[in-house]
């Protein structure tokens, strides 16, 4: 990274739940994480491991243990600790009387331990113990944990079982100094140290692979071996190699990509800046934190050989954490993956890899029992049905689908969709083989889901996620209304999406069978994006108005994944795009934190830049903790990874099939420097904007590959050079194509100013005898009209129209329709430019107080949460 980022505070964190979710500092290696609370009397360090796991009915995800550092705390002054960005570690100092005391540790990756070191300019004492922490709480039939705590040889062991699971666990704190190191009744004292270095190894009996999600069982061996030999080799080693091997995995990620909106560091503390922003200071250097944070918070919670990143990462101080924990499928940790390979992370994908892998074989039984279920007169034995994940999912089991469920099989296929975006990113044809049995696997079970309607394939037992007659949430009431009904978008976009990528990945690999055929004779039936009366993309294909089914302003946007991170809803179906627009003003920006973060990335795919900034500040100045954790509430960490990938967004996209700069930057960012992005086609993308200009963009092919770049101030001025030659391209409405080099850079440079042009205002369409009446306000003489007609995915084009007003003579009073209208300025006009809206309907009078009535009986429990500030 090009500067200094992090995160510091001038008081410790609060020793407490709400200080741990607030305050504390979080590393990680992947296998465990570290919440660090900086103390001065008593320094406290939280350690999670997502192994250590109940069911889901006793808490999930427990904390699983800790390390206590009592220190002299009289006349203490100079006191500040923070996370370093550049190095991934935590550190804290302060003076005590004269004595300067620096506290420093990380969690290494490579060496898989924990490492804290205490120095200090003379010699202090202080003592410490490892806890087992909620020993005795509960009964061991309830999830409760076993467990002794012993010291003997500079070393304090933590040994016990989570008997619910048969799961062994072990943790050893090791101490060296070059002070004196006393053992007593399972604790340590140190006394006349300048220099001691603890170093904490731990580990389970957990075993990942396809047995675990049967017997729901720690199937491993005994961590005692490992966990000793993890020890004794970070001891050889010693603070400096294991602090240099640390830095050097860590820094391999973290460097590869800088995001700069200024040149200066804010020197203020990280809980004033979030103050000052949140009273409407501009604070991009927050920004530019917030961002890498969201990276380093992937990097420290999910790597090979370790589980996926969960609904909290890999960070829990509870007995019985919020929602377990849990790797919930409904969205949340597709979210968590969503920045692996923009922000170019792509190990980080590999926990889930390898976490897919295990589950699948009873993946797979799920499938067959939901079609024995569900669809018993075509059910058989010996048929495969691919797989399919419900919602919930931890270390020891997965969900498969179950009659009451509030999401529909659309989650196998936002899971699928990672492994597609996996080859998408990389090219790997390792990886094309995983995505092809993850695809084509969950491609045999939604054929089984569908019924044909007509000409229609729709999904026979849908439900789109969460939705409640109500709109009233009531966690884990099992009576809860949820809305079932067949062919929501959420379940037909996600078929379709699915199908897609079956037929174009069953291709490459030449795998064409007969149920590939089916899917081809499928596509354009299923009925993925219909738009309503409203103007909205339907969340249902028996709604009308928009909102008139389930919550007005729900959390979930399940009508819009064909937008993102799908790629049904894109700039080659302009008029479903200007949909997906009005269907994201109706939601609206008042929810928790992670649904503000996908709106964000929503509005991101859409290109309103202005929007997403407005949804990044909401999100740091209502939706982030002091320790830039995002808050649900209670903290989720999707919040983070979807704003995260949001921000990437805006900078640049890839899913249309090339490269678009800079397709959503906000007014307000006047400056602009990105190294490292990846872009789908296995691109390294940088580029520079300075006062808004777009100076230049540099693109790394790590193969060889088609090149296709977009940006609007592309023209026939632009140059593009390899390694110092200008090279010929193709040049087209603002596209640059060429046949890109492995291992070569380009430069382009010569852009035009873009400049964003006034829209109409007060555009109506009103029905009368003659026709629609289309009428407007605006500075220009003369515009252009298109119009779209029911569920048509592109405009027609009107015509030209000179002043004000506009007789369509298409429709009328006595021939109502349904159609969007789109106006814009004549000038260089085209149906993907931005447009005012209105459209038509063929609802009366009777229809729409019937609606405004449902309205009112939907929302009247419809809770805002998480909003006190307001």
Not at 295 to 307: N, T, V
Not at 454 to 460: H, I, P, T, V
Not at 529 to 553: A, D, N, P, T
Request: glycine letters at 8%; a negative charge.
């Amino acid at each position: 990274m090009n500067k200094e980022l992090k995160l510091f505070y001038k008081k410790p964190a609060l020793d407490s739940i709400e200080g741990w979710e607030k305050y504390s500092l979080p590393i990680g290696n992947g296998y465990f994480g570290a919440s660090i609370f900086g103390g001065i009397e008593k320094e406290r360090i939280q350690i999670t491991t997502n192994e250590f796991a109940n069911e889901f009915k006793y808490g999930g995800v427990s904390n699983f243990a800790e390390i206590h550092i009592f220190f002299a705390a009289n006349n203490i002054s100079g006191y500040e600790r923070g996370l370093n960005l550049n190095d991934g570690t935590v550190y804290s100092f302060y003076k005590q009387k004269d004595i300067k005391v620096n506290r420093l540790c990380f969690y290494s990756y490579p060496d898989n331990v924990f490492v804290y070191k205490v120095a200090s300019s003379s010699p202090i004492s202080f003592s410490l113990k490892l806890v087992i922490p909620y020993l005795g709480v509960r009964k061991i039939e309830e999830g409760g944990r076993t467990g002794e705590v012993s010291s003997l040889d500079n070393k304090i062991i933590i040994r016990g079982k989570l008997p619910a699971r048969d799961l062994i666990y072990e943790g050893q704190l090791s101490i060296s100094s070059n002070g004196k190191i006393e053992n007593k009744d399972g604790s340590c004292l140190v006394s006349s140290s300048t220099e001691t270095t603890l170093i904490f190894a731990a580990g389970t009996s957990y075993k990942l692979c396809s047995e675990t999600f049967f017997t729901h069982k720690g199937l491993g061996e005994d961590p005692k071996e490992k966990v000793t030999l993890l020890t004794a080799n970070a001891l050889k080693k010693g603070y400096k190699k294991l602090y240099q091997n640390h830095k050097n995995d860590y820094t391999s990620l973290m460097d590869r990509v800088s995001f700069s909106l200024c040149k200066e560091v804010d020197h203020r503390p990280t809980d004033e800046l979030l103050s000052s922003y949140a009273k409407g200071e501009n604070i991009p250097y927050l920004e530019e934190v917030y961002y890498q944070f969201g990276r380093h918070l992937l990097i420290s919670s999910s790597r090979k050989g370790s589980l996926p990143s969960s609904l909290q990462g890999v960070w829990t101080a509870h007995d019985k954490s919020p929602w377990g924990s849990g790797f919930w499928h409904n969205i949340n940790i597709q979210m968590n993956y969503w920045p692996s390979f923009l922000t170019n992370l792509d190990e980080t994908f590999s926990a889930y890899v390898d976490f897919f892998k295990a589950y699948l074989t009873k993946a797979k039984e799920n499938a067959s029992d939901w079609i024995k279920e569900v669809y018993p007169d075509s059910y058989s034995s010996n048929s495969d049905y691919g797989w399919i994940i419900g919602t919930g999912a931890f270390a020891y089991e997965i969900e498969g689908m179950h009659l009451n469920t509030h999401s529909g099989p659309g989650t196998g296929g936002m899971t699928a969709q990672l492994f597609y975006d996996a080859y998408a990113f990389t090219l790997d044809e390792e990886m094309l083989q995983v995505a092809y049995d993850a695809i084509h696997g969950l491609a045999k079970f939604l054929n089984k889901c569908l019924k044909k309607y007509g000409n229609k394939y729709l999904c026979s037992y849908s439900a789109s996620p969460e939705q409640i007659l109500s709109g009233h949430w009531c966690l884990s009431d099992p009576s809860q209304q949820y809305y079932h009904t067949v062919g929501c978008a959420f379940d037909q976009q996600w078929i379709e999406e699915n199908a897609r990528h079956d037929i174009e990945i069953a291709t490459k690999l030449e795998k064409i069978d007969s149920l590939v055929e089916e899917e081809k004779t499928q596509l354009g039936n299923f009925d993925s994006v219909l738009i309503g009366y409203s103007g909205q993309v339907k969340e249902y294909g028996e709604e009308h108005f928009y909102g008139e089914i389930g919550e007005y302003g729900h959390r979930h946007l399940s009508e819009l994944v064909g937008l993102m991170p799908g790629s049904l809803i894109t700039h080659k179906t302009p008029a479903w795009l200007d949909a997906a627009k009005l269907t994201l003003q109706y939601r609206g920006d008042y929810s928790t934190g992670w649904a503000l973060a996908h709106r964000l990335c929503c509005y991101a795919r859409v290109g309103d830049g202005n929007h997403c900034y407005k949804l990044l500040r909401t999100l740091l100045e209502k939706k982030t903790h002091p320790n830039l954790w995002d808050v649900h509430p209670p903290f989720q960490i999707d919040g983070n990874f979807g704003a995260l990938t949001g921000m990437s967004e805006m900078l640049l996209q890839s899913h249309e099939g090339y490269i678009s700069i800079l397709p959503s930057i906000p007014d307000g960012w006047k400056n602009i420097y990105v190294k490292g992005l990846k872009a789908r086609g296995n691109f390294i993308v940088n580029l520079s904007y300075e006062n808004g200009l777009l100076k230049e963009v540099l693109i790394e092919s790590n193969l060889d590959n088609e090149i296709k770049v977009f940006y609007k101030g592309i023209d026939s001025n632009t140059k593009v050079y390899d390694e110092g030659r200008i090279i010929e391209y193709s040049c087209n409405d603002n596209f640059i194509s060429f046949k890109a080099k492995e291992g070569h850079k380009y430069r382009f440079i010569n852009f035009s100013k873009v400049i964003k042009q006034e829209l109409p205002s007060n555009f109506k369409a009103v029905y009368s005898n003659e026709g629609v009446n289309l009428t407007w306000e605006g500075n220009s003489t003369s515009y252009a009209l298109y119009r779209a007609d029911n569920n048509d995915p592109v405009y027609q084009f009107i015509g030209i129209i000179n002043g004000f007003s506009f007789l369509d003579k298409t429709y009328s009073l006595s021939n109502k329709g349904r159609a969007t209208y789109k106006l814009m300025d004549e000038k260089n006009h085209n149906q993907n430019n931005d447009g005012a809206l209105s459209f038509i309907n063929i609802a009366d009078e009777l229809e729409i107080d019937r609606y405004l009535l449902k309205l009112k009986v939907n929302n009247q429990h419809a809770e805002k949460i998480g909003w006190s500030n307001d």
